[in-house]
């Protein structure tokens, strides 16, 4: 599985942002597709999940700003991030879940909001 994130950018705070990733290859695999984030000096943190049968998953910190959705026909995972905090910068990467022990990620796009 080849994923590949895109959609980042410089946004002041309260502003929006669409990230979306695409994936290629074994994608019928695909069980769960996630969005994590990495701010600067900190650990990797998950963001938001969508399963096979479309049950969404939040963190608390973004529960009612962001939205997880899919395309299932181009296989695109969408991001939309609302209502933006500087606490919200970070490097936003998708990942694809086939098991427990089978995660493949993609490369990461750059989410930079300003105060």
């Known amino acids: 599985v080849q994923l590949q994130a895109f959609g980042g950018g410089l946004v002041q705070t309260g502003g929006s942002l669409r990230l979306s990733c695409s994936a290629s290859g074994s994608i019928s695999n695909i069980n769960i597709m996630r969005w994590h984030r990495q701010a600067p000096g900190k650990q990797r943190e998950l963001v938001a999940t969508?399963?096979?049968?479309?049950?969404?998953y939040y963190t608390d910190s973004v529960k009612g700003r962001f939205t997880i959705s899919r395309d299932t026909a181009k296989y695109t995972v969408h991001l939309q991030m609302n209502s933006l905090k500087p606490e919200d910068t970070a490097v936003y990467y998708c990942a694809a879940i086939i098991s427990t022990f089978d995660t493949y990620w993609g490369q990461g796009t750059l989410v930079t909001v300003s105060s």
């Open positions: 969508i399963g096979r049968s479309g049950t969404t």
